[in-house]
């Protein structure tokens, strides 16, 4: 082989590399623009997902909440009679031992 052919074929595998390189270069920026936009995508359907889980969440908080509310307020009442009974059922007869020991 001689000098000038040596240094075309060089010049020849330069010139593929270089496009071979470019080539390589491009499609891994398409690869990394349609990761890009793939995440993209992913990130807008979790947050939609996300915030239509954090609706309903709400909605059954407010639900429960309400029979929480009702619930209590429920028991508050009978716990309140329940008081008003045991009164009345010590004060009776303690005003009648008041009433037998100021007779006596």
Known sequence: MDATYRADLREFNE??????????????????ARLERRFAEMDGKWEQRLAA???TWEQRLGRLEVTVERRLGATSSNLIKWMFGFWIGTLVPLAGLILALSAG
Do not use: G, I, M
Request: aromatic letters at 20%; charged letters at 40%.
């Open 15 to 32: 010139l593929n590399f270089q496009r071979f390189d470019a080539k390589v270069e491009q499609r891994f920026a398409e690869f990394d």
């Open 53 to 55: 889980s954090d609706a």
